[in-house]
């Protein structure tokens, strides 16, 4: 309601019984080639939620990134990366720089994005891949933005985190463009 858009409200006690899978078999793959993939979400506070986000490997390896509020720190074993977030009960964005991520924390190279789970207790908007990057939530697409409210800062409504962090801006103030992109619902309109 607070957003005026379609969203997924998972919620339960057991969180990997309330989910949202896609693809909806895990054997499968998007193989969506990225490199920034942006999930649009709020976490209910005072509640356990995690996401994980499949990533296939140059190796055949598939690194399982999973972002909760039930990790204090970053970890790396294996081939899971947990990666600590907050509840705040806001609408917000986290975008996630898939090559760079797996660079930073662990030893394997990004080839693909496998897929997705999101867990209670959270509602999810949209998850979609975009060749740009996009530095805060009044810079994306129009599709993709979340209501503005009359007299209130836009990024005070509305949390914005990216993973890894984001380099300084470019000095002309342009996001920042990858080629070789292919998406799930795409920033750029070229669907799939």
């Known amino acids: 309601k607070t957003i005026g ?3 997924y409200k998972l919620a339960g006690r057991v969180i990997q019984a309330h989910s949202l899978t896609i693809p909806s078999a895990l054997t499968d ?9 942006y999930i649009q979400y709020m976490a209910a506070p005072g509640k356990l939620f995690v996401m994980h986000v499949l990533l296939q490997t140059v190796g055949g390896l598939v690194v399982d990134v999973s972002i ?7 970890k790396h074993k294996g081939t899971a990366l947990h990666i600590p977030a907050h509840a705040t009960g806001k609408w917000g964005t986290v ?3 898939m090559p760079a991520l797996l660079e930073a924390h662990t030893t394997f190279k990004f080839m693909c994005l496998k ?3 999101f867990c209670a207790n959270m509602c999810v908007r949209t998850a979609f891949s975009s060749q740009s990057l996009y530095r805060s939530n009044a810079k994306l697409p129009k599709d993709f933005l979340f209501p503005k ?4 800062a836009y990024d005070s409504l509305y949390e914005f985190e990216a993973l ?3 380099p300084p801006a470019q000095q002309n103030g342009k996001a920042y463009k990858i080629a070789g992109n292919l998406s799930l619902e795409n920033a750029d309109n070229n669907s799939v």
């Open 68 to 74: 909760s509020n039930m990790y204090k720190s970053i």
């Open 95 to 97: 975008v996630i720089d």
């Open 149 to 152: 409210r009359e007299g209130l």
């Open 29 to 37: 793959s998007l193989g969506v080639p990225g490199p920034y993939l």
């Open 115 to 117: 897929g997705f789970q």
């Open 5 to 7: 858009r379609q969203v």
């Open 164 to 166: 890894p962090s984001l």
